[in-house]
């Protein structure tokens, strides 16, 4: 499998789904060090698809995001750290009031690299004891991603008294607080996750 992505800048790629793609990709848009956060659609059969299409949940597809970093600024464990820290990893049926196959959550790894942090940082949380449920988070080789349409893009800046509203109404940002609360202290990987290394 190849690596992921570098750009001519030396920026790399990394693919989440957590849920509701708006609060995802703010999430990770605000970390020093991301480029972009771009919302899309990976995982499923249908190629192109667009967004009716995809919260049916009959596509196959995840709401995810897309993110460019660079990896001079900021490794991909930190991207995992912040993964881990914005969702419920114990739901496997969606995200808060979010419900369906379309809103789970997975890390979509683009090399063996990618992939032995990601379900190495898995474990760590499952070892945490921040949560008494099983880690339910998916992680899987990286498929096609599909930008989302435009009006979905930095959702949480062009509409940001709706995105707060949503965020409180869903109980997402209750829920997280209460969640790492006292776990500030808790490290999920070693933050080196970065080789530009052959």
Avoid at 134 to 159: C, D, M, S, W
Avoid at 165 to 181: F, H, I, K, Q, V
Wanted: aromatic share 14%; net charge negative.
């Amino acid at each position: 499998m190849s690596g992921p992505t570098t750009s001519q800048e030396g920026h790399r790629e990394a693919i989440f789904a957590g849920g509701c793609f708006w609060c995802i990709e703010a999430a990770f848009e605000l970390m020093p060090g991301v480029v972009e956060a771009i919302s899309g659609y990976t995982g499923g059969t249908v190629e192109d698809p667009t967004y009716d299409q995809v919260i049916t949940g009959t596509t196959g597809h995840y709401e995810a995001v897309l993110v460019l970093y660079d990896p001079e600024r900021i490794t991909y464990g930190e991207l995992l750290e912040q993964f881990w820290r914005s969702i419920d990893p114990t739901d496997e049926g969606g995200q808060f009031y979010d419900r369906g196959s379309q809103y789970n959550t997975a890390v979509f790894y683009l090399d063996e690299e990618q992939q032995a942090l990601a379900e190495a940082s898995k474990e760590a949380l499952e070892e945490s004891g921040v949560f008494d449920e099983p880690i339910v988070t998916r992680i899987l080789p990286a498929q096609t991603f599909y930008p989302a349409e435009g009006y979905h893009q930095n959702y949480y800046e062009k509409y940001l008294a709706q995105y707060k509203a949503y965020t409180t109404a869903s109980g997402r940002d209750a829920y997280l607080e209460e969640t790492w609360e006292g776990h500030d202290d808790v490290s999920l990987t070693d933050s080196t996750g970065d080789s530009d290394e052959d």
